[in-house]
């Protein structure tokens, strides 16, 4: 994970184009009210922030017109989202970090450039907006070529809640804005949801769904649909079904350094693992498919279920449900 952040912003820091904060994290957030702010839109129109994204689920980047290696990659990228999206009434902001430069009329050529949209605008704040912007989304206000690589999602209540690792794959946000996945709104503290005090074993939990609550976009499943083992197999040695394939999930997979789902090479830990398992939102920040379910778990349940799957080798000859 760090290793390939790292190599992507010496690439685009030897351009001298952009200082990526090393200390960046990702995955969702507590959720943060936009300000209320009103920006110029790409067609020099006044738009009102939390207006614009009420009531929709929103991804924003920020970028600059000037700026001639990461933004292209970031402009490519809403690109592609928008066209995964077709039909879906999500939202795609690219927000100017160069606001003394960006008119609304070079924002527009910008935009264009990467073909025509409905759904994705770019908007120019005005210096207070923009700092006020920069500091809701973590970011220091600084030169516009220290801008993010990451992505953030807005929810239908304008509230930031979640944001990507650098540069991230298309198909997680459309994924993400297309609600095919619980969207990332709740904070960590709420992945333990009530109700789900139950204390289980690492084992009952991984055969049984004992003592947790699965959901399936959003709808409460029956532990029998559920139950890790259907998916994952009785030894946790992974699965495939068509194109589904759920991941092994025993012998160190979870903790060994590697790519997932095209993401950067990330591991888990017992708290991304549960975290994971919560929202569906991998170490690398990328999206589960919403084939895995999200499980609500006490944090001793979880904890319990971790042990069962780090500790100990996947064998063929463990026992079945
Ligand atoms: C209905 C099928 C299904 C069930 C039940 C299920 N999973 Fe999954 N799981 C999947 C699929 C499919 C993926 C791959 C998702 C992807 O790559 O986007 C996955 C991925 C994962 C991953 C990510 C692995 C990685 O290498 O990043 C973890 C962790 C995981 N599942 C844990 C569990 C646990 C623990 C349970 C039980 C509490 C469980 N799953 C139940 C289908 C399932």
């Known amino acids: 994970m760090k290793i390939s952040i790292l190599a ?49 689920r929103t991804a924003v980047q920020f970028i ?15 690109a592609k989202v928008d066209r995964t999206l077709a039909g879906d009434s999500s939202l795609l902001l690219s927000i100017s970090v160069d606001p003394a430069r960006d008119t609304p009329e070079r924002l527009l050529a910008w935009r264009r450039q990467f073909g025509r949209s409905d759904r994705w605008m770019a908007l120019r704040p005005d210096a207070a ?3 006020a912007l920069l500091k809701v989304f973590g970011q220091k206000d600084g030169p516009p070529s220290g801008h993010a690589l990451q992505v953030f999602y807005v929810d239908g209540e304008s509230r930031y809640v979640a944001r990507t690792t650098d540069l991230p794959r298309a198909a997680g946000i459309a994924n993400a804005l297309a609600g095919r996945f619980e969207m990332a709104g709740r904070g960590p503290a709420k ?10 074993s690492g084992e009952a939990i991984y055969h049984q769904a004992l003592g947790v609550v699965p959901r399936v976009n959003g709808e409460i499943v029956a532990a029998t649909a559920a139950r890790c083992a259907n998916c994952h197999g009785a030894a946790g040695e992974g699965r495939r079904e068509g ?7 025993r012998g160190g997979a979870l903790t060994e350094l590697r790519p997932r789902r095209g993401g950067p090479p990330s591991r888990y830990t017992r708290d991304t693992f549960c975290q994971s398992l919560g929202t569906g939102i991998d170490p690398a920040g990328v999206m589960l498919d919403a084939a895995m379910p999200r499980y609500a778990a006490s944090a001793k349940s979880c904890t319990a279920l971790w042990q069962y799957l780090t500790t100990g080798e996947a064998s063929p000859d463990r026992p079945r449900d």
């Open 64 to 78: 600059f017109t000037h700026c001639p290696t990461a933004c292209p990659l970031l402009g490519s990228l809403f």
């Open 8 to 56: 992507g912003v010496c690439v685009l820091a030897a351009s001298g184009l952009a200082q990526v904060p090393a200390d960046h994290g990702y995955g969702p957030v507590d959720p943060v009210a936009l300000p209320d702010v009103v920006l110029t839109s790409e067609n020099g129109l006044p738009v009102r922030l939390r207006s614009l994204t009420a009531n929709k």
């Open 129 to 131: 907006s923009l700092a």
């Open 243 to 249: 194109e589904l394939v759920a991941a092994a999930l």
């Open 191 to 200: 992945v333990f949801e009530e109700g789900t005090n139950t204390e289980a």
